[in-house]
């Protein structure tokens, strides 16, 4: 199943196409679907990232799945990014600095954790324009729903303002003697606050949520309250 699965997302062929060697045989005992589908998002397309990144995951004596991979490869769980997300929307501080403390104090590379919350954006952002957002996005069906329901507390002036940011501050922190960790909360106290910002982007974005808001009265749902 594995081999079946990275063949299809790697654009490979089927299992005879990988020429195994005799060591690289073991891997075929990784039959976890999740962490076969992780590496292939990894290696979005390349098969040689893909086996070696198979390589290194069985590497050991541990069972091979989503959560090792991840931490071999450092990446975020769809559960915590979705947690930033959220708690982005409440404009929860105190969250975000616990996420932002988490990564941090478990030795991952916060620019790598950065770049998946950046591609979350981009999947919200596709949620919120295309009623086929599925066809485009790899997710399962739960991770779509998950998703879906996020999506709808922001609107797609805010995803790019957010977006904008996010890449400015991936930006900074790549650049030589930077605080990542200092960036990253900055950033986020940006997004949480946009008085902060007096960009015309952020402008725009205000009012896009004022006619959101007026949209809910309109309808006699209740308004959301800031914190």
């Known amino acids: 199943i594995l081999f079946n699965i990275l063949a299809v997302f790697s654009k490979g062929g089927g299992a005879d196409d990988l020429?195994?060697?005799p060591g690289q045989g073991r891997l075929q005992d990784i039959g976890r679907i999740h962490a076969a589908l992780r590496i292939a998002r990894i290696a979005q397309g390349g098969m040689r990232d893909a086996l070696s990144l198979l390589e290194l995951c069985a590497g050991g004596d541990r069972a091979a799945t989503e959560a090792l991979v991840r931490?071999?490869?450092?990446a975020s769980s769809r559960e915590q990014l979705a947690e930033t997300v959220s708690a982005i929307a409440r404009r929860d501080c105190a969250t975000l600095f616990a996420i932002v403390d988490e990564v941090v104090t478990s030795s991952r590379d916060i620019s790598v954790?950065?770049?998946d919350l950046i591609a979350f954006y981009r999947d919200m952002l596709v949620m919120l324009s295309t009623p086929d957002a599925p066809r485009y996005l790899d997710l399962t069906v739960n991770e779509a729903e998950q998703l879906s329901a996020l999506s709808a507390q922001f609107d797609r002036e805010t995803i790019?303002?957010?977006t904008k940011h996010l890449e400015n501050a991936l930006a900074a922190m790549q650049r030589s003697g930077s605080i990542k960790r200092m960036?990253?909360?900055l950033a986020l106290i940006r997004l949480c606050d946009p008085r902060l910002d007096n960009s015309t982007e952020a402008l725009l974005n205000r009012v896009a949520d004022l006619e959101r808001r007026l949209a809910?009265?309109?309808a006699g749902n209740?308004?959301?309250v800031e914190q």
């Open 222 to 224: 209740p308004i959301p």
């Open 216 to 218: 809910l009265m309109a």
């Open 71 to 74: 931490e071999v490869t450092g």
């Open 113 to 115: 954790f950065w770049q």
């Open 183 to 185: 960036c990253a909360e």
């Open 19 to 21: 020429n195994l060697t």
């Open 160 to 162: 790019l303002n957010h």
